[in-house]
């Protein structure tokens, strides 16, 4: 599987951005550029391979990026 981006546009204007086929947290960095221009992340829900990595998820305030990683 290839490395993807998914952005989608919701009705009510919010985004959500899925990274798929990256290493660990490498889709963090995939993502930053697309999360800056698109306002502040709201919420991010880690796929199993990273919470592993990482030993807990993050959560930003306000904004309306709703974010998928890994």
């Known amino acids: 599987m290839g490395k993807e981006i ?3 546009v ?3 204007g919010t985004v959500r951005i899925e990274a798929a086929g990256f ?11 697309f999360e800056e221009s698109l306002g502040a992340v ?7 391979v990273i919470v592993q990595e990482a030993g807990a998820g ?3 305030s306000g904004g309306t ?3 998928t990683c890994c």
């Open 6 to 8: 998914l952005i989608t």
């Open 10 to 12: 919701k009705p009510d």
């Open 23 to 33: 290493a660990g947290r490498e889709c963090l960095g995939a993502t930053k550029a």
């Open 42 to 48: 709201t919420g991010r829900k880690y796929k199993p």
């Open 58 to 60: 993050e959560v930003g």
């Open 65 to 67: 990026v709703e974010k």
